[in-house]
């Protein structure tokens, strides 16, 4: 009695196991699309893209070429990300992010007040 009961659950975790899978896949592909879309909403490259749209004449070149570079770094930062895990904890990542970018800002801070 105890064996059907084991194996009629067993198909049910796998089951919910890959339907919670396919779910952390999506809000992790969600989660990164909506950070990096409203990352790059008006930002110093998004500026430049419409400038050398408007002063080419040729926007979908622009658009071929921006999105290529945008991919290329993407790829850098993922590449280097992966590394950067295989090698440190999660902790330590999470910190050293969270100081290089307090230091950014200080340092944005410190080249306005100096104007």
Do not use: C, R, Y
């Not at 919910?16 to 909506?34: D, P």
Request: hydrophobic share 50%.
């Amino acid at each position: 009695m105890t064996e059907s009961v084991t194996q009629s659950s067993a198909p049910e975790n796998t089951a919910q196991a890959a339907n919670k899978k396919q779910q952390s896949v999506w809000m992790v592909l969600g989660t990164t699309f909506i950070t990096i879309f409203l990352a790059e909403i008006g930002d110093k490259t998004q500026l430049s893209t419409l400038l050398m749209s408007a002063e080419s004449h040729a926007p979908w070149l622009v658009f071929l070429g921006s999105g290529t570079a945008l991919v290329t770094t993407s790829l850098l930062g993922v590449l280097l990300g992966g590394f950067i895990a295989s090698k440190l904890s999660p902790k330590t990542v999470e910190k050293s992010a969270g100081v290089m970018l307090l230091l950014i800002s200080v340092m944005l801070f410190w080249d306005v007040l100096l104007g």
